[in-house]
């Protein structure tokens, strides 16, 4: 079955510093995977995604994800973390009938 | 402005009352989604629909039920909630191509007391 495992459920990072968030997922079949982001109070949203069509993904407010098969992991980064990006962020892989499975979440906390 | 709508927001209700969450959506997504999300718990899947009329049993269904009558309504039941439903509930709809991400209702906060 497909699973996805986010490690540290708390990351704290500095203002301009790099943001690292782990993913890695299991899958049976060649993965499509997600990374969507929760502000306080709200839905999630679609930070970015893989489809199979480049290892590298961008996405939005400066967040990219590179894919690699080989450690079946979807890390996602950011150069240099604004006070902005405080928020959770989840990982998700697809499985049958559309179905997302997510990982348990990383709460970032932007210190300044 | 088109997505997915919940209602109600929040809502309190008294151990062994029942209750129906609304989604709704205006984009002709085929699929929808109920999802709960706990602390450290991720999101978990309740129930799903792949089309009108049709509902599916997800990881965590016990306690719910579902109906998909039209195609953009998509509604959860509980029928005797307990304290172990006090949650967030999402709704999500997606178009089913493998491409597409979900859009995601913005929650409705319940606590069973």
């Known amino acids: 079955a497909q699973s996805v495992t986010q490690l540290g459920s708390h990351v704290s990072v500095s203002e301009g510093a790099l943001v690292l968030l782990r993913c890695n997922y299991s899958s049976s079949v060649p993965p499509y995977l997600f990374w969507y982001v929760q502000y306080p109070n709200q839905g999630l949203q679609l930070l970015l995604k893989y489809t199979s069509a480049a290892t590298l993904v961008k996405g939005i407010n400066g967040f990219e994800a590179e894919f690699k098969k080989s450690e079946t992991s979807f890390h996602l980064t950011k150069p240099s973390a604004h006070m902005s990006d405080a928020a959770e962020y989840f990982c998700a892989v697809r499985y049958g009938n559309n179905r997302l499975a997510f990982g348990k979440g990383n709460q970032v906390v932007v210190i300044p | 402005n088109a997505g997915v709508t919940q209602t109600p927001k929040f809502r309190v209700l008294k151990t062994g009352q029942s209750m129906t969450l609304l989604c709704a959506q205006d984009?002709?997504?085929?699929?929808m989604y109920w999802y709960r999300q706990d602390p450290g718990m991720g999101l978990r899947l309740i129930h799903y629909s792949v089309g009108e009329g049709t509902t599916a049993k997800g990881e965590v269904p016990d306690g719910y039920n579902v109906s998909r009558l039209k195609k953009q309504n998509f509604l959860l039941g509980l029928e005797s909630a307990a304290p172990s439903q006090t949650s967030v509930y999402f709704c999500?709809?997606?178009?089913?191509?493998?491409?597409?991400?979900?859009?995601f209702g913005s929650g409705t906060r319940l606590t069973v007391v």
């Open positions: 984009m002709n997504h085929e699929y």
């Open positions: 999500a709809s997606s178009t089913g191509s493998y491409n597409y991400g979900y859009t």
